[in-house]
């Protein structure tokens, strides 16, 4: 049986130990605390204290120094490049480029679907999670291509829309405004909340639309506080509240402070101190000190969570790492995710999995408890030694939007994703600029109600052009109706030339002229005909 295993895993070459290492550094690292609340007012209403954040120039604390170095230890090497290249002399050689760093892309569909499958076995059956490895550079172009026929998109906001915290560029804004025009659904569903305390640094969640212009923001639908509320915006590009999730019933409060107290009590222990807590009306968060290691931050999530399961409440407790390394690292869970505004909305929309594509940089929370025994032990073993160490923490908020929509087309742009998502792509690039490509390609196909309208626009001029031939054979009398129905034709046909301007497609396909179609099926039903009697004519030659 182990010797199964091991075939499996080696010979599935899923990831390398490379590929493991730059997940921990960039995939499954949490975002900063105010976004990755889920369900949360959370800490954009705290309004901490100037003391309780600590500034960008001040000094890290010790525990916190290996993260910092790891992520400027880039930022000194380009500086190294530079100097060298100011300091060549004139006319010499250029050094050679770097080798690029970073796992190997994926470039076949199939053998990116066997790994997968690989993978989310060993997840499911054996208890040891991995991320899977990003897809290259032809299987992302395909992937791009495929997107373009989906009819709805479900997108996360902070670093996939835009970075986190900010208004979303003009270019991005230009690419959702896109797909809105291309007929299709547009839905942004973010942890933020719908509203801030004033003087507060945080964006409400609506603030990072607001580079789409009011005109063009009718009809897109954006979630927010993790998936608790849903507004539509309006005509006048104002969100509408359509939808509001219960919040926790107040009498589980204390049960929640209990858990928490016991929790704090237990800070000690594991070298960290509480920061702040905060509760929202889906769940609770508590912020731990910055510096406190990342394995020390999973066991107090494992801790926290027992601790809310002795008082008979379910919920996962996940500890999570912020990008940043200045900022803390924090424990948080809510009794809702994003799974359940995608459910809500896909009911309103009549959304299914099929049409639809989900867009997300926090799609993978790694998980390392082997299950079956021996059995298990042994298959995390060969795991490792294919694939390297499970990271510590990650984020799966963007992960659960794909729970609701099973089988539906998931990209993920921030370098990592779960292998139990049935269509997961990790694509090759990272952040808004990677969604925005995919935006743009959606908004590039319009959607059937479009080409619907073009063809009965087409069919409305044709019976113009006979109604006005009608009229004009009826002489004078008819001159004033028959200048009616041509202006009417002229509407009709700069409808259709702004159709065509904006979907080239709607062009070519119009092209097709009636006798080109029946020219076409007469050489199909000819060739259909020809084979059988060629066939028979064989059978009588050699029956003779």
Same mark, same amino acid.
């Given at each position: 049986?182990?010797?199964v295993?091991?075939?499996?895993?080696?010979?599935?070459?899923?990831?390398?130990?490379?590929?493991?290492?730059?997940?921990?550094?960039?995939?499954?690292?949490?975002?900063?605390?105010?976004?990755?609340?889920v369900?949360?007012?959370?800490?954009?209403?705290?309004?901490?204290p100037?003391?309780a954040?600590?500034?960008?120039?001040? *000094?890290?604390?010790?525990?916190?120094?290996a993260?910092?170095?790891?992520? /400027?230890?880039?930022?000194?090497a380009?500086?190294?490049?530079?100097?060298?290249?100011?300091?060549?002399?004139?006319?010499?050689?250029?050094?050679?480029?770097?080798?690029?760093?970073?796992?190997?892309?994926?470039?076949?569909?199939?053998?990116y679907?066997?790994?997968?499958?690989?993978?989310?076995?060993?997840?499911?059956?054996?208890?040891?999670?991995?991320?899977?490895?990003?897809a290259?550079?032809?299987l992302?172009?395909?992937?791009?291509?495929?997107?373009?026929?989906?009819?709805?998109?479900?997108?996360?906001i902070?670093?996939?829309l835009?970075?986190?915290n900010?208004?979303?560029?003009?270019?991005t804004?230009?690419?959702?405004a896109?797909?809105?025009?291309?007929?299709?659904?547009?839905?942004?569903?973010?942890? #933020?909340?719908?509203?801030?305390k004033?003087?507060?640094?945080?964006?409400?969640?609506?603030?990072?639309?607001e @580079?789409?212009?009011?005109?063009? #923001?009718?009809?897109?639908?954006?979630?927010?506080?993790?998936?608790?509320?849903i507004?539509?915006?309006?005509?006048?590009?104002?969100?509408?509240?359509?939808?509001?999730?219960?919040?926790?019933?107040?009498?589980?409060?204390?049960?929640?402070?209990?858990?928490?107290?016991?929790?704090?009590?237990?800070? *000690?222990?594991?070298?960290?101190?509480?920061?702040n807590?905060?509760?929202?009306?889906?769940?609770?968060?508590?912020?731990?000190? %910055?510096?406190?290691?990342?394995?020390?931050?999973?066991?107090?999530?494992?801790?926290?969570?027992a601790e809310?399961?002795?008082?008979?409440?379910d919920?996962?407790?996940?500890?999570?790492?912020a990008?940043?390394?200045?900022?803390?690292?924090?424990?948080?869970?809510?009794?809702?995710?994003?799974?359940?505004?995608?459910?809500?909305?896909?009911q309103?929309?009549?959304?299914?999995?099929?049409?639809?594509?989900?867009?997300?940089?926090?799609?993978?929370?790694?998980?390392?408890?082997?299950r079956?025994?021996?059995?298990?032990?042994a298959?995390?073993?060969?795991?490792?030694?294919?694939?390297?160490?499970?990271?510590?923490?990650?984020?799966?908020?963007?992960?659960?939007?794909?729970?609701?929509?099973?089988?539906?087309?998931?990209?993920?742009?921030?370098?990592?994703?779960? @292998?139990?998502m049935?269509r997961?792509?990790?694509?090759?690039?990272?952040?808004?600029?990677?969604?925005?490509?995919?935006?743009?390609?959606?908004?590039?196909?319009?959607?059937?109600?479009?080409?619907?309208?073009h063809?009965?626009?087409?069919?409305?001029? %044709?019976?113009?052009?006979?109604?006005?031939?009608?009229?004009?054979?009826?002489?004078?009398?008819?001159? %004033?109706?028959?200048?009616?129905?041509?202006?009417?034709?002229?509407?009709?046909?700069s409808?259709?030339q702004?159709?065509?301007?904006?979907?080239?497609?709607?062009?070519?396909?119009?092209?097709? /002229?009636?006798?080109?179609?029946?020219?076409?099926?007469?050489?199909?039903?000819?060739?259909?005909?020809?084979?059988?009697?060629?066939?028979?004519?064989r059978?009588?030659?050699?029956?003779?």
């Amino acid at each position: 049986m182990f010797s199964v295993i091991a075939a499996v895993l080696l010979s599935a070459g899923l990831a390398t130990p490379s590929l493991c290492a730059a997940a921990e550094v960039e995939g499954p690292a949490g975002r900063p605390l105010p976004e990755a609340s889920v369900g949360a007012p959370a800490v954009p209403q705290l309004d901490l204290p100037a003391a309780a954040v600590p500034s960008a120039g001040a *000094p890290a604390a010790s525990a916190a120094e290996a993260p910092a170095q790891a992520v /400027s230890a880039p930022a000194a090497a380009q500086t190294a490049s530079a100097e060298a290249f100011a300091s060549r002399q004139p006319g010499s050689a250029l050094p050679p480029p770097a080798a690029p760093s970073g796992p190997k892309g994926v470039d076949g569909r199939f053998s990116y679907a066997a790994r997968r499958r690989v993978l989310a076995v060993l997840a499911t059956a054996f208890g040891v999670n991995y991320s899977l490895a990003p897809a290259g550079a032809s299987l992302t172009r395909r992937l791009v291509q495929r997107a373009s026929s989906k009819q709805a998109v479900f997108s996360d906001i902070d670093d996939t829309l835009a970075k986190y915290n900010t208004v979303m560029t003009p270019e991005t804004a230009a690419a959702v405004a896109g797909v809105k025009k291309s007929g299709k659904l547009f839905v942004a569903i973010t942890d #933020r909340s719908d509203k801030v305390k004033p003087g507060s640094s945080q964006m409400a969640a609506f603030d990072s639309l607001e @580079s789409i212009p009011a005109a063009e #923001r009718e009809g897109l639908l954006i979630a927010t506080n993790g998936g608790g509320k849903i507004y539509e915006y309006q005509a006048d590009g104002s969100p509408k509240l359509i939808y509001e999730e219960p919040g926790l019933p107040e009498s589980m409060r204390p049960a929640i402070d209990e858990a928490a107290a016991a929790v704090k009590a237990r800070l *000690p222990e594991f070298g960290t101190a509480l920061k702040n807590e905060f509760h929202s009306p889906y769940g609770y968060g508590m912020i731990l000190r %910055e510096g406190t290691p990342e394995s020390a931050v999973k066991a107090l999530a494992a801790a926290f969570q027992a601790e809310l399961r002795k008082r008979g409440m379910d919920f996962e407790v996940e500890g999570r790492m912020a990008k940043d390394p200045t900022l803390p690292p924090y424990l948080t869970f809510s009794k809702l995710d994003k799974s359940v505004a995608v459910k809500r909305i896909a009911q309103l929309k009549g959304v299914s999995a099929r049409r639809a594509v989900i867009l997300g940089d926090s799609m993978y929370a790694p998980k390392d408890e082997p299950r079956l025994g021996a059995l298990g032990r042994a298959a995390a073993a060969l795991a490792r030694r294919a694939f390297g160490p499970v990271p510590l923490t990650g984020n799966a908020t963007d992960r659960n939007m794909e729970r609701a929509l099973r089988g539906a087309l998931t990209l993920s742009v921030g370098g990592t994703a779960d @292998s139990r998502m049935r269509r997961a792509f990790v694509l090759d690039a990272k952040g808004p600029a990677a969604t925005r490509r995919v935006l743009e390609a959606v908004g590039s196909r319009p959607a059937p109600a479009i080409a619907e309208e073009h063809s009965r626009r087409l069919r409305f001029i %044709e019976r113009l052009d006979g109604m006005i031939w009608q009229e004009e054979a009826a002489g004078k009398a008819h001159a %004033e109706l028959a200048a009616s129905l041509r202006g009417e034709r002229e509407y009709q046909r700069s409808r259709i030339q702004k159709l065509e301007e904006s979907f080239p497609q709607l062009a070519r396909r119009a092209g097709d /002229s009636p006798l080109k179609t029946l020219l076409w099926c007469l050489l199909c039903v000819g060739l259909a005909a020809f084979v059988p009697a060629l066939l028979w004519v064989r059978l009588v030659i050699l029956g003779q």
